[in-house]
């Protein structure tokens, strides 16, 4: 890439800003070469507050500093010229540039995914998941089509239609409350439909297994756009920095950040272009479109949102929505770590419903750790004021995560846990979002079994948990907690059972409680259970569930479980669901169940796990499933405690005695200190013959310290010499030793096969590298099991196979 030493240093010298300006055709200026082609990504400071803020409504910069003074954002040679003359100093970040200008390509070796980010589905694999979910569960998923996008109305064969996945058991047909979420309106904001695509996954999946899973889906209407852009998705999925749909009508071209498209987060009609919150120049990425409500993906969503979502409030500016409103409203956006509440047209305006909606976005935001405020500028025509303003429903911007093109470990350890989380608390809560918010939060529910006819419930619950990053809510003492059985509280004809502090006192806004449940008066089963807790101001807060699971003697699942080729016994543990148990020395087990379907799991250390699928089992039926395990054995071990053992390695790769997860010695790129700037260097296995090999894993022990976004150490493998795939990679920070595992098919059988470890490092900002300890190579096969023992067959008559022992002994030299 050409670069261009800088002009001028503008930060200490308002006069040489002016005089830069007037000299040279570039006022972007810095202490370091910049690139010759943007469009740049630049720190602009603003010369006071109210500008900050009026320019930040314009332009949606990527971060706000308000402690420093300055804001993020991508810019092109028109944007750099205003924003000099408003006043602004620009500095070049010159690493989010190049990242920004970095060519998009596929990891090697990766089939799915967005190129380069294979955790993030692309429009079309997100639609066939969703399509796939109604199929595996047709009575509670459905797929439905609400709109199409901007490309399909011009062509029915382009374009996409807009869908929603609504989730709800619908055999149960109680009235429901709504929760509703739209992502990836903003379409290079990659994380928001992998989450939202993950969450319906996780949600359906654990149904029956999971109980706070089980009655979301039972008593709640679940509705999400996961693409409320795909045209505009479409174009981000090339690497693009695309914000906008795609509509060329008035905009056919523009320098990037601008161009074609309207910002469907200003086309909504609650207070559409009022307010300097967005833009009327056609090409700006902040455009609010020709009228409110002009573009079809906006069509969709507010039609939909109409026909799910009930009016509780006078769509004016000063009415508040009653205390019980049902409902709440997500539009999940990236970047910024933020839960953003209404208004957005005004953030200095408070709502109607100030407090509930203030305190309600610091609960989500305990969950996902973000700080729970107002936009930094005026965002008018946007999706949370127009679902407030018009049905009163608690209606927020969830900013997920530090980048667009967020890193996929950073998604998948960081993002998408804590946001599941949020996501669970508000859909509990959306049966009375103002009013649960207010109460304390029921978590770590548990079940023990205390005999044949008795269990206990313990649960705790906290009245405190608000983040506190911007304000704080008040909290009182536990004063009351309550559990039924079968059906939720707020069903008719539940019946209340008082539990009790396991202190003997409510004296605290953090209380355990407990309750003894007479397992006598229930039928064989499994038996949801729900707790709730109420405050000292009389606040019942959010409920949670587990199961409890009444067994019968003569209800089970029983096998024996024997290594494959000698047949010997395995200690192995098995799982049904909720059930476990571990067989004996002999192999056999017996594992009482529930009446119903079951994936049946056997791990054993050093066993490949297996798993029969479907087992069925009735009441007072007893079913038999023998299973034969696959061994295990090491194909290459290394604990480097003896050299180099064929490793080879370039730069700064070495062993040493300087951090070690076991033993005295481990591999490091950079042994004594941090890796230096500009690295790719590379630590090598020798060649490993896995002949006959099947199933084979790699496992390590790693821990690292890599500027996050930036550098990485990457996990390759290559076969017969030829070229490196690409298998994960690794960045961020992990500061204790983790054991990491990853099964690589693609080695199965092979005879010629490398590992290699490869650090690439940028410019700047460095870290203590990768750590590595502990390898080995290992897999099934011939070579794996015991001989087989004539003994052992004999021992096990008659509960063995006849026809294996056979085949076994047939095959014996």
């Avoid at 992990?734 to 470890?757: C, D, G, H, K, M």
Wanted: aromatic share 12%; charged share 20%; net charge negative.
């Amino acid at each position: 890439m050409k670069t261009k030493s800088p002009q001028l240093t503008i930060l200490p010298f308002v006069l040489f800003q002016v005089f830069a300006f007037l000299l040279f055709t570039k006022p972007v200026l810095a202490n370091e070469s910049w690139p010759e082609e943007g469009p740049w990504v630049v720190k602009a400071y603003y010369p006071n507050l109210e500008k900050g803020r009026a320019m930040a409504s314009l332009l949606a910069p990527w971060e706000f500093h308000q402690n420093e003074g300055y804001f993020l954002l991508e810019v092109n040679m028109d944007l750099m010229d205003r924003l000099v003359e408003e006043g602004f100093q620009l500095e070049l970040d010159l690493k989010k540039t190049e990242k920004l200008a970095a060519h998009r390509h596929s990891i090697p070796g990766q089939r799915a995914g967005i190129p380069g980010y294979p955790c993030y589905r692309t429009v079309e694999e997100t639609y066939l998941m969703a399509q796939q979910l109604v199929s595996d569960y047709p009575d509670l998923a459905e797929w439905t089509e609400i709109g199409s996008s901007w490309e399909k109305t011009q062509d029915p064969d382009q374009g996409y239609p807009i869908m929603v996945l609504h989730l709800s058991n619908r055999q149960i047909t109680v009235q429901k409350p709504v929760f509703m979420a739209i992502s990836a309106i903003h379409s290079r904001e990659y994380t928001t439909a992998e989450l939202m695509s993950r969450f319906a996954e996780y949600l359906l999946e654990n149904y029956g297994r999971d109980a706070d899973a089980t009655w979301l889906l039972d008593y709640r209407d679940i509705y999400l756009v996961l693409h409320a852009n795909p045209d505009g998705r479409k174009k981000a999925e090339t690497g693009l920095s695309w914000r906008k749909n795609t509509n060329s009508d008035e905009c056919s071209s523009g320098t990037a950040p601008d161009g074609p498209g309207i910002d469907l987060n200003r086309n909504f009609p609650f207070q559409w272009n009022c307010c300097g919150g967005s833009s009327s120049s056609p090409c700006s990425v902040t455009y609010h479109g020709s009228s409110a409500a002009s573009e079809p993906e906006t069509q969709a969503i507010i039609d939909f949102a109409r026909l799910v979502i009930p009016d509780q409030r006078a769509d004016d500016l000063v009415s508040p929505a009653p205390l019980d409103t049902v409902g709440v409203f997500l539009d999940i956006h990236s970047y910024g770590g933020d839960v953003l509440w209404p208004w957005g047209y005004s953030p200095s305006t408070p709502p109607p419903n100030e407090n509930g909606l203030y305190r309600y976005a610091r609960k989500l935001a305990y969950f996902n750790g973000y700080n729970p405020g107002g936009s930094f500028g005026a965002v008018d025509g946007a999706t949370k004021d127009f679902a407030y303003g018009e049905f009163g429903v608690p209606s927020y911007t969830i900013e997920l995560g530090t980048a667009f093109f967020q890193d996929c470990s950073v998604f998948e350890n960081t993002i998408l846990p804590d946001n599941i989380q949020m996501m669970l608390y508000a859909i509990k809560s959306c049966s009375a979002p103002y009013m649960i918010s207010k109460g304390p939060n029921a978590h770590s529910i548990a079940y023990t079994q205390m005999g044949q006819a008795q269990g206990k419930i313990t649960a705790t619950f906290d009245d405190s948990l608000y983040a506190t990053s911007n304000g704080t809510e008040p909290y009182q003492n536990i004063v009351e907690t309550r559990l039924t059985i079968g059906t939720p509280p707020f069903i008719t004809g539940s019946t209340p059972l008082n539990m009790t502090p396991v202190d003997g006192q409510w004296d605290h806004y953090l209380e355990q409680a407990e309750a003894d449940i007479d397992l006598t008066s229930l039928g064989v089963g499994s038996h949801p259970v729900f707790v709730q807790g109420k405050d000292a101001d009389g606040n019942w807060g959010s409920i949670t569930s587990c199961f409890i699971h009444v067994l019968s003697d003569t209800t089970y699942i029983e096998g024996t479980i024997r290594e494959e080729g000698s047949y010997a016994p395995v200690t192995a543990t098995v799982r049904a669901g909720d059930f476990e148990t571990t067989s004996d020395a002999g192999g056999a087990y017996r594992l009482y169940v529930t009446p119903g379907t079951y994936d049946l799991e056997f791990t054993a250390e050093n066993y490949r796990p297996e798993t029969v699928m479907a087992v069925q089992v009735q009441e007072n039926q007893a079913v038999t499933s023998n299973i034969y395990l696959k061994p295990y054995c090491a194909f290459f071990e290394d604990d480097f405690e003896q050299g180099l053992n064929g490793w080879t390695a370039d730069g700064s790769w070495a062993i040493s005695d300087e951090d070690v997860h076991a033993g005295t010695y481990a591999w490091s790129d950079s042994p004594g200190g941090n890796y230096t700037a500009n690295q790719d260097t590379y630590l090598v296995s020798p060649i490993l013959d896995l002949t006959d090999a099947e199933d084979v894993n790699l496992s390590f022990w790693c821990k690292f310290d890599l500027e996050t976004g930036y550098d990485y150490v990457y996990l390759e493998y290559r076969i017969d010499g030829g070229s490196w795939v690409r298998e994960d990679s690794f960045n961020g920070t992990q500061s204790n030793w983790e054991l990491y595992s990853t099964t690589l098919p693609a080695l199965n059988n092979q005879s010629n096969v490398q590992i290699r470890f490869y650090l690439h490092s940028d410019g700047s900002v460095f870290g203590d590298g990768f750590h590595l300890d502990d390898f080995t190579l290992k897999g099934t096969g011939p070579s794996c099991s015991q001989e087989m023992s004539w003994e052992v067959l004999l021992e096990s008559w008659p509960t063995f196979n006849i026809l294996y022992m056979i085949s076994s002994i047939n095959n014996q030299p």
